[in-house]
C-alpha cells in the first residue's frame, strides 16, 4: 500500500473527488443567493424599500451584477425582470426563497450522498487490500500475526479513515476559498488590518500542528493499546480452557483491568492535551478581534483610518474565524487518520509479506508423475540447527512411501517440504523435469494434499468442509439477478475487488471425475465411510432434517419407510417399543405439549416454556376447558420438585438433569405454593403461567407423578384439533402438525421414520428401535439418502461440535476427494487408536492405486505396508524398497459397510 | 404405579431402610422403570456396571458363567436390589441377571447413584451399614463354614 494516505486517496478516488470539488463549487452561488434572500425578503417587501419612491410595482427577478469599487464600479443588467405589486413581491420572494431552500438542499443531499459512498468505496477498497494481505502473510510473520489484532485493524482501525476520506479533499477546498476570500476582503479594505489577521493566522497554523505532535504520539499510543487489548481478548477466548484449568481468573481480570487502566491513562493525556490546543486555538481567534478594536481604532482615532472601513473589516473578520476553525479540526483529523493508517501499513509491512498471489490464469495442469528426485537436501530446523543435510534419493512415482523418523522431527519436515510447506530448504527437488519449488501454487493445490496433526475446519456443513479443496475457480453462472450482478461487478471494479461470486458453481465436477452434486455426495460418503465415519455420518442423518427440494428421493420414500418400520414392529412383536403418534389417542411417551399440538413448533413462541405465554395457545385450552386442569398439575410438579430437589446445592448437576424446575426458580415456585395453600385460588397471571409451563414437559411414562387421568386425556386429545383451528385461522405458522402420510420438515428424520416416540419403560427400547430403523433404511435402500442429509451436519467453530475423531476423518477425506496425485499424511491418523489408525491405512493404500501417498510414522510397525521406507537418521535419508509390500497379503476382503445402528431419541 | 409405589417399594430394601422419603423419592425420581421380557437380561457377566436395580414386579434369574455353560445360582423377586455392588466397586458384572417372566425393575444410574451418595451423607451412611452387616454376616458364615 502507499506510504502516504493522501497519496493512496488520490491514487484511487482523484475523478471522484475532482467531481464532488466541482459539485460543491456549483452549489456555492445558490447557497449564497438563499442567504440574502431572506433580507430582501424583509427590507424590499415587507418593509417596502422597493416601493418606497412611490413606485407601483417594483421589478421581481431581476439580473444585475453589481462591480466592487475597485473593479470601476457600475454594473450589467441581464435581465431586467418582472413588474409586481407589494404582495405578488413577497410572493414571489418567498417562493424563490423555498426554491432555492430545495435547490440547495438537493445539492446537500447529492454531496452526502457522494461523499459517504466515495468513502465507503475506498473503504472496501482498503479492507479488501488488507485481506489479500492477510492471505499473503508469510510463515514467520504468522508467528507473530495475532488474528484478533489483525480482525480489528481491518474492520475497526480502518473504519474512521474511510469516513474521513469523503472529507480529504473538499473540505479544505472549500474552507480555504472561504476564509480566503474574508481574508481577501479585509485586505482589499485595510492593508495591515489584514496583515494583522494573517500574522495571526500564520501564527495559529505553525504553532498548534507543533503542540499537536505529542497528541499524535499518544494517538498511535492509543492505537496499540486497544488493539492489543483485543488481541488479548482474543487470546484469552482462544485458550479459554487453560484458564479454567488453572484457575487464572484473578490474573486474567487482572491483566485486562490493567490494560484499560493503561488506555484509560492515554486517554486523559490526550484530553488534556486536547483541550489545552483547543483552549490555545480559541484564544488566538479572539486575540484579532481584539487587535482590530485596539489597534484599528486608535488609528480611527488619530484619523489615519475611516471608521466606515473599520466596521466593514471587522464584520468580514466575523465570517473568518468559523472556516478556519473547521480547517484547524480537518487538520487535526487529517493527522489523526494518517497515524492510524501508518500504523495499519505497518502491521502489514512489505517484509511480513510474502510473494503476490497471482490471479488465476489458465496453467498446464499435467499430473505430477515421473521420478521424484531430490538432490543435495539440506533443511535447518527452526534453533538453526541441521536436520537433513545433503541428502539424496529418488523415487519412481506413484508409490507408497513410509517416512520414519522415530525421535526426530526429520520425517514430518520432509513431508512439509514435499507438502510445499516449508519454503526456505537448500538443494533441488525434482518431479519428472519440474522443479517443485518452482511449481505455481494452482498445479500444488490442485496436484497435492497434505494433511497435518491439526485438522483445521471452517464453521459450516461438512460437505462444505469436504468439498474445500475443490474450490478453485467459478466454473458458471448460476442464475443470477442480471441487473444486480452488473452492479455487484461495477461495483467490484471501482473498489479492486474481485468479481467471482460465491453463489456461482465453483467445483469442476468433469475434473474429478464426477457429474453432479448427487455423484459428489456419493463420493463423498463412500470416502468417509472408508475412513470410519460412516457410522457418525448416518446418524448425523437421522438427527438432520430433511429437504423436499434437495433431498426429493427421499422425502418422496420418508412415508413409505415409516410404514415399513411399524409393519416391522407389529410383526416382530415389537409393537410396544414405540408409541405411534395417533390424533384420536393420548400419546404416554410424549410431553404434554407435542400431545397437545401434536405437532413440532418451528417459531420460538411455540417452543419450551414461552408456549404457556403463547396468547393463541391459551385461547385454545382455555376452550378446551384445560387452563385450571393443567394449572394444577403444575401446582402438583412444583410441590413434588421442591420436596424433592430441596438440599440440593443450586447448580448441582441433577438439578440441570432431572428438575422441571431449575434451582434458581426454586423459591419462587416455593413462594407461589406458599401463598396458593394461604388464599386458595387467587393467583396473579404470571403466577399462573409459570404454573402452566411446568405440565407443558411433563411426560407420564417417563416422570411417573401419576398425574393424568383417562378423562384429561381425552380432554388433551380433543383439545388438539381446537389448537390447530385457533392457529389456523389466526394464521400463525408456528407449529408444523404431525401428519402421518406427510413429512414433518421442522422434525429430525428420525422422528419421521418412528412417527412417534419411543417407550422410556421397555428395556433397551433404544437400542432394539436403533437397530430396527437401520435395517429399514438398509433394506429400502436409503443409507445414501441419510447420509446424505448427514453432510448438511454443521462442524461449528473450528468444528467443535465434532469429536476429534471425526474432525480427522474430515480433514482426511477433504483431501482424498481432490484426487490428489501425492497424498502427504503427517499426523493426522494421530487422533485415532492403532487398530482404527491401520484400519484406515489400508482403506487409503487400497484407495491410492494410481497415486502416491507420503505417511510419516513415528516407529516400524506399520511400516511394512508400504512400498519404500524411508528412513532419517543423522541428517541422512535411506530409502529402501521393499521387496514385497507385505500388505497384499495382509488385506482383508473389502468389509462390507460398517453396520450402523447407533442410539435413536 | 406411580413414583409413590416405587418408593415403597425402595424402603423394603435393606439398604434404604433408613433413608429420609424425600431422599428416597429423589431417587426414584431419578431412575429409570423398565420392563424386560422373559428371557431378557438385565445385564451379562463382564459387562461394565452401568447401574443398579430395584425389583418391583416380576422375578429374575442370578446366573454365573461356567465351562459347561450358564448355571441359575439364586432367583430374585419383589423389592431385592440387584447390581449395586457392581457400581459401588466398579468392577465389571459377576453375574449374569435374566428376567424369569416379565418383569418390571427400577433402574438406577450408577452416576446418579454415586452423586446422590457425595451429596447426603445420611444415604452413604445407610450403604455402609447395610454393607458392613453383610460382611459381618460373611465372617460368621466363614467361622460357621471352618469350625
Known amino acids: ?905 | 404405579m406411580t413414583l409413590e409405589t416405587e418408593v415403597q417399594s425402595l424402603r423394603q430394601v435393606p439398604m434404604f431402610r433408613d433413608v429420609d422419603p424425600a431422599r428416597l423419592k429423589l431417587l426414584a425420581f431419578t431412575s429409570e422403570r423398565v420392563q424386560f421380557a422373559a428371557g431378557q437380561r438385565f445385564f451379562s457377566q463382564g459387562d461394565p456396571s452401568d447401574a443398579a436395580y430395584v425389583l418391583l414386579d416380576g422375578r429374575a434369574s442370578v446366573l454365573l458363567n461356567t465351562p459347561t455353560g450358564d448355571i441359575q445360582v439364586a432367583q430374585l423377586s419383589g423389592n431385592a436390589l440387584v447390581g449395586e455392588m457392581g457400581i459401588l466397586s466398579d468392577t465389571p458384572r459377576s453375574a449374569t441377571i435374566m428376567a424369569a417372566e416379565p418383569t418390571t425393575a427400577l433402574r438406577i444410574d450408577k452416576r446418579v447413584f454415586l452423586e446422590l451418595l457425595a451429596q447426603f451423607p445420611q444415604m452413604s451412611l445407610a450403604v455402609m451399614r447395610e454393607l458392613a452387616q453383610r460382611l459381618e454376616r460373611t465372617n460368621a458364615q466363614l467361622v460357621a463354614q471352618s469350625s
Open chain 1, 1 to 905: 500500500m502507499e506510504k502516504s494516505l493522501f497519496r493512496y486517496i488520490w491514487t484511487h478516488s482523484k475523478r471522484d473527488q475532482l467531481f464532488i470539488c466541482f459539485v460543491v463549487l456549483l452549489s456555492q452561488p445558490f447557497y449564497f443567493i438563499s442567504l440574502d434572500l431572506p433580507r430582501r425578503i424583509v427590507n424590499e417587501a415587507i418593509q417596502g424599500e422597493a416601493f418606497k419612491d412611490g413606485n407601483a410595482t417594483a421589478p421581481f427577478l431581476q439580473i444585475h451584477i453589481d462591480w466592487p469599487q475597485w473593479l470601476g464600479g457600475g454594473s450589467l443588467h441581464l435581465f431586467d425582470g418582472f413588474q409586481v405589486g407589494r404582495v405578488g413581491l413577497l410572493l414571489g420572494l418567498s417562493s424563490l426563497f423555498l426554491f432555492f431552500v430545495v435547490v440547495n438542499n438537493g445539492f446537500k443531499y447529492w454531496i452526502n450522498l457522494a461523499k459517504g459512498v466515495l468513502g465507503e468505496r475506498m473503504l472496501r477498497r482498503m479492507r479488501f487490500e488488507l485481506f489479500a494481505m492477510v492471505l499473503r502473510f508469510t510463515p514467520e510473520a504468522l508467528r507473530t500475526v495475532k488474528s484478533s489484532e489483525t480482525a480489528t485493524i481491518i474492520k475497526d482501525e480502518v473504519e474512521p479513515i474511510g469516513g474521513f476520506i469523503g472529507d480529504a479533499f473538499i473540505t479544505p477546498v472549500l474552507l480555504g476559498m472561504q476564509a480566503l476570500t474574508a481574508l481577501v476582503f479585509i485586505m482589499v479594505q485595510n492593508v495591515w488590518l489584514g496583515l494583522m489577521a494573517l500574522g495571526v493566522i500564520a501564527v495559529q497554523f505553525t504553532i498548534i500542528p507543533k503542540l499537536r505532535r505529542e497528541l499524535l504520539r499518544l494517538g498511535k499510543q492509543r492505537q496499540l493499546a486497544s488493539r492489543e487489548l483485543a488481541g488479548r481478548i482474543g487470546e484469552v477466548l482462544d485458550g479459554i480452557e487453560v484458564v479454567h484449568v488453572h484457575n487464572a481468573y484473578a490474573w486474567e481480570r487482572a491483566e485486562i483491568g490493567g490494560r484499560l487502566f493503561g488506555l484509560f491513562s492515554i486517554r486523559l493525556k490526550i484530553y488534556n492535551r486536547k483541550f489545552a490546543v483547543k483552549f490555545l486555538n480559541n484564544f488566538l481567534s479572539q486575540v484579532t478581534p481584539f487587535l482590530f478594536y485596539a489597534i484599528g481604532g486608535y488609528f480611527a482615532l488619530r484619523g489615519t483610518l475611516d471608521i466606515g472601513q473599520l466596521v466593514a473589516v471587522i464584520n468580514a473578520y466575523r465570517e473568518l474565524p468559523p472556516p478556519l476553525k473547521e480547517l484547524i479540526d480537518w487538520d487535526q483529523q487529517r493527522l489523526d487518520v494518517q497515524v492510524k493508517y501508518d500504523q495499519v501499513t505497518q502491521h502489514f509491512a512489505e517484509e511480513r509479506l510474502g510473494p503476490m498471489i497471482e490471479s488465476q490464469e489458465e496453467i498446464e495442469d499435467e499430473p505430477l508423475a515421473g521420478p521424484l528426485v531430490a538432490e543435495g537436501l539440506s533443511i535447518s530446523g527452526p534453533h538453526g540447527d541441521m536436520i537433513i543435510e545433503d541428502a539424496s534419493f529418488s523415487l519412481e512415482l506413484p508409490t507408497n512411501v513410509a517416512m520414519i523418523s522415530p525421535g526426530s522431527p526429520a520425517a514430518s519436515i520432509m513431508a512439509r517440504v514435499l507438502a510445499r510447506r516449508v519454503p526456505n530448504f537448500g538443494g533441488r527437488i525434482c518431479i519428472g523435469d519440474r522443479e517443485l519449488v518452482r511449481l505455481p501454487p494452482a498445479v500444488v493445490g490442485r496436484r497435492v494434499a497434505y494433511a497435518g496433526v491439526d485438522p483445521i475446519l471452517f464453521p459450516g456443513s461438512i460437505r462444505d468442509n469436504l468439498i474445500y479443496g475443490l474450490r478453485f475457480r467459478p466454473m458458471g453462472q448460476t442464475e443470477e439477478d442480471r441487473r444486480e450482478m452488473a452492479q455487484r461487478i461495477a461495483e467490484a471494479a471501482r473498489t479492486g475487488n474481485p468479481f467471482e461470486s460465491i453463489s456461482d458453481c465453483w467445483i469442476d465436477y468433469e475434473r474429478v471425475g464426477l457429474k453432479d452434486e448427487q455423484d459428489l455426495d456419493r463420493v463423498l460418503v463412500t470416502l468417509l465411510e472408508r475412513v470410519e465415519m460412516g457410522e457418525a455420518i448416518y446418524l448425523f442423518g437421522l438427527a438432520g432434517q430433511i429437504d423436499p427440494e434437495r433431498h426429493t428421493a427421499l422425502a418422496e420414500r420418508v412415508v413409505e419407510a415409516r410404514r415399513r418400520l411399524q409393519e416391522n414392529f407389529r410383526s416382530n412383536g415389537m409393537a410396544d417399543l414405540v408409541e405411534p403418534f395417533d390424533m384420536g389417542r393420548y400419546n404416554e411417551q410424549a410431553t404434554v405439549a407435542e400431545n397437545l399440538l401434536f405437532g413440532v413448533p418451528i417459531s420460538d413462541e411455540f417452543m419450551g416454556r414461552n408456549l404457556a405465554d403463547n396468547p393463541l395457545f391459551r385461547s385454545a385450552i382455555h376452550r378446551a376447558g384445560l387452563t385450571d386442569k393443567l394449572t394444577r398439575m403444575g401446582l402438583e410438579i412444583a410441590e413434588t420438585m421442591t420436596e424433592i430437589f430441596q438440599g440440593l446445592p443450586p447448580g448441582h448437576s441433577l438439578f440441570a438433569q432431572f428438575s422441571f424446575i431449575g434451582a434458581e426458580e426454586l423459591p419462587e415456585f416455593q413462594a407461589i405454593l406458599r401463598r396458593q395453600s394461604r388464599n386458595g385460588h387467587n393467583l396473579k397471571r404470571d403466577e399462573r403461567t409459570r404454573l402452566l409451563s411446568l405440565p407443558l414437559a411433563y411426560v407420564e411414562a417417563k416422570h411417573r407423578l401419576g398425574l393424568l387421568d383417562d378423562e384429561l386425556r381425552q380432554q388433551v386429545v380433543e383439545a388438539r384439533s381446537l389448537i390447530r383451528e385457533t392457529l389456523e385461522k389466526a394464521d400463525a405458522t408456528g407449529v408444523e402438525f404431525y401428519d402421518p402420510e406427510r413429512i414433518c420438515m421442522a422434525a429430525p428424520l428420525r422422528d419421521n421414520l418412528l412417527f412417534g416416540r419411543v417407550n422410556y419403560q421397555v428395556a433397551d427400547a433404544r437400542h432394539r428401535v436403533a437397530e430396527a430403523v437401520a435395517a429399514v433404511v438398509r433394506e429400502l435402500d436409503l443409507l445414501e439418502d441419510v447420509a446424505r442429509i448427514g453432510l448438511d451436519h454443521e462442524v461449528g467453530a473450528a468444528g467443535r461440535l465434532l469429536s476429534p475423531q471425526e474432525r480427522a476423518s474430515v480433514n482426511l477425506v477433504r483431501c482424498l476427494v481432490k484426487r490428489p496425485d501425492i497424498l502427504i499424511i503427517d499426523g493426522a491418523l494421530a487422533p485415532f487408536d492403532e487398530e482404527r489408525a491401520h484400519r484406515i491405512l489400508q482403506a487409503l493404500l487400497d484407495h491410492l492405486e494410481q497415486q502416491s501417498l507420503f505417511m510419516v510414522l513415528s516407529n516400524d510397525r506399520q511400516a511394512d505396508a508400504f512400498d519404500v521406507q524411508m528412513r532419517f537418521s543423522d541428517g541422512r535419508i535411506v530409502t529402501e524398497k521393499a521387496a514385497d509390500p507385505q500388505r497384499r497379503a495382509k488385506t482383508p476382503a473389502m468389509e462390507p459397510a460398517p453396520s450402523v445402528a447407533g442410539e435413536v431419541a
